[in-house]
């Protein structure tokens, strides 16, 4: 995906006037500002992508299947592609939200990448998923229901050939209310840095507060281990944002 300055009319200002709140929704407006946005909220977004390329490349088996689950633009879709060494596999990429899946689908036909990319407008909830050696849920599951979160995670896991990995990155909470409230801090920190006001950072939080349920890195890894997945590594965090590498044996 570029890299290039944002245009204005790129540039994320969603929560920058004083607004009555509602829910956060991957409608066309966020599509329309959804680099910026994630590069200036996400402390190690622009770190996360290129390495999604390289652990790719470690666990795709030929004749396999790869997703992307939550694929947004398509950035960390790409990311895969590019690291799927095998002309015979296919690398599938789903999102719900219709503004999302035009733009990815253009971001995609920019990539001169010869392996085809199928993109399914559906709930990650309803994707059929087999014969997978990577899967990709890039900040996604955060968003997904609580009381959902296993099934997803099982079906993932069954659907995954010995040897296949799934890369998960999220934001976490933390037991601890002291480092809570510290990482929460540094958070809004970087985005400070980045540019975003006092309001728009308060009234962004207020927007996803019931909609991106953050849940602590215990809960990730039991229910990973309980899904199916035999090894569940931490292999970069930055603040309250990680990203675990979660493997099933050969
Ligand atoms: C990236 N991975 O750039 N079914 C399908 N899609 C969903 C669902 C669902 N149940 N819930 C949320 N989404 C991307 C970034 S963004 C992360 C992922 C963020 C989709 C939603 O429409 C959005 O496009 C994406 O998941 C989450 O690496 O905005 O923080």
Redesign the pocket.
């Given at each position: 995906?570029s890299t290039k300055k944002p245009t204005a009319d790129q540039r994320d200002r969603l929560f920058s006037e004083a607004q009555s709140t509602s829910d956060f929704r991957?409608d066309a407006a966020?599509a329309r500002v959804?680099p910026d946005?994630?590069r200036r909220?996400?402390p190690g977004?622009t770190t996360?992508?290129p390495m999604?390329e390289v652990i790719t490349e470690q666990y795709v088996q030929p004749g396999s299947r790869c997703y992307?689950?939550?694929?947004?633009?398509?950035?960390?879709?790409l990311?895969m592609r590019h690291g799927i060494r095998h002309d015979d596999c296919e690398l599938i990429g789903?999102?719900?939200?219709t503004a999302?899946l035009e733009r990815c689908e253009h971001h995609i036909a920019l990539d001169d990448h010869p392996l085809p990319v199928l993109l399914r407008c559906?709930?990650?909830?309803d994707?059929p998923l087999n014969n997978a050696s990577v899967t990709?849920?890039?900040?996604?599951l955060?968003?997904?229901p609580l009381e959902?979160r296993s099934n997803l995670l099982q079906k993932i896991a069954s659907g995954t050939r010995p040897g296949g990995a799934l890369i998960l990155?999220e934001?976490i909470r933390f037991e601890s209310e002291y480092e809570q409230l510290t990482q929460t801090h540094l958070h809004h920190e970087f985005k400070r840095a980045n540019g975003y006001s006092d309001l728009e950072i308060s009234q962004k939080r207020s927007a996803l507060e019931q909609v991106?349920i953050p849940e602590t890195l215990e809960t990730h890894r039991d229910r990973l281990r309980h899904a199916g997945f035999d090894q569940i590594i931490v292999w970069y965090q930055c603040f309250n944002f990680v990203s675990m590498l979660a493997i099933k044996s050969a």
């Open positions: 995906m991957f966020v959804f946005m994630i909220s996400v977004y996360i992508i999604i992307d689950l939550g694929c947004s633009l398509g950035a960390s879709t990311a789903v999102d719900n939200s999302m559906e709930d990650i909830l994707t990709t849920l890039n900040f996604t955060q968003f997904v959902q990155s934001k991106l």
